[in-house]
Nanobody, 127 residues
Framework: QVQLVESGGGLVQAGGSLRLSCAPSGSTFSRIAMGWFRQAPGTEREFVASISWGGSTTYYADSVKGRFTISREYAKNTMYLQMNSLKAEDTAVYYC????????????????????WGKGTLVTVSS
């Protein structure tokens, strides 16, 4: 069973930056769209960003647009989420997800139908 493994979470002050990474354990993905969701205490999981398997299409939640950047490094089979200008409201557990893609520019914004999930990494932003 392929498992997504996230890393890079931690504690940062408001206005700071973190970079999250996500890679599949023991497998190389192909034709897979990938993305990030997050869940803060007492709230439902929400979409953050996604990227097509071709890498040409990205999509962001309005709350992170202009501050977060999603990318893929195919040589390392890894996806990244660069988070800048962090705010206290970005505090959450961040989950990596992946979904089989019908086309190279397919991306997702909902969390249903995912083929793979990570266990999450905690990001805490202190104000």
């Amino acid at each position: 069973q392929v498992q997504l493994v996230e890393s890079g979470g931690g504690l940062v002050q408001a206005g700071g930056s973190l970079r999250l990474s996500c890679a599949p354990s023991g497998s190389t993905f192909s034709r897979i769209a990938m993305g990030w969701f997050r869940q803060a205490p007492g709230t439902e999981r929400e979409f953050v960003a996604s990227i097509s398997w071709g890498g040409s299409t990205t999509y962001y939640a309005d709350s992170v647009k202009g501050r977060f950047t999603i990318s893929r490094e195919y040589a390392k089979n890894t996806m990244y989420l660069q988070m800048n200008s962090l705010k206290a409201e970005d505090t959450a557990v961040y989950y990596c997800a992946a979904k089989n893609s019908p086309t190279s520019n397919y991306f997702f914004t909902k969390d249903y139908g995912m083929n793979y999930w990570g266990k999450g990494t905690l990001v805490t932003v202190s104000s």
